[in-house]
Nanobody, 124 residues
Framework: QVQLVESGGGLVQAGGSLRLSCSASGRTFYAMGWFRQAPGKEREFVGGISWNGHSTYYTDSVKDRFTISRENNKNTVYLQMNSLKPEDTAVYYC???????????????????WGQGTQVTVSS
């Protein structure tokens, strides 16, 4: 069993930055994903990272602005968000699962464990 806890969310002005953290307990050598859900919208894939950190994947809307990294010795995954836009406002979730292929990372059913989410609000 894996428990995930996100932190680092908050209110930031457009153009600003935030770094989200996802701390994991239990077995942690999973592929990790970040998802977000804006009010009135479905939860969507933001990005993912392989279990060893060698591969990262992003949805087009955050490429070149967001960076995912991980420190397995600290059981922590990070989402560095730069040049934030009001449309990035959402609850952000981290998730742990099994992803064998690039296409797996964006599939929510591939993730077994989910955090409770952290709110990110970007003001214009």
């Amino acid at each position: 069993q894996v428990q995930l806890v996100e932190s680092g969310g908050g209110l930031v002005q457009a153009g600003g930055s935030l770094r989200l953290s996802c701390s994991a307990s239990g077995r942690t050598f999973y592929a990790m994903g970040w998802f977000r859900q804006a009010p009135g919208k479905e939860r969507e894939f933001v990005g993912g990272i392989s279990w060893n950190g060698h591969s990262t994947y992003y949805t087009d809307s955050v490429k070149d602005r967001f960076t995912i990294s991980r420190e397995n010795n600290k059981n922590t995954v990070y989402l560095q968000m730069n040049s934030l836009k009001p449309e990035d406002t959402a609850v952000y979730y981290c998730a742990a699962g099994s992803a064998d292929y690039y296409s797996d990372y964006s599939r929510q059913e591939k993730y077994e464990f989910w955090g409770q989410g952290t709110q990110v609000t970007v003001s214009s």
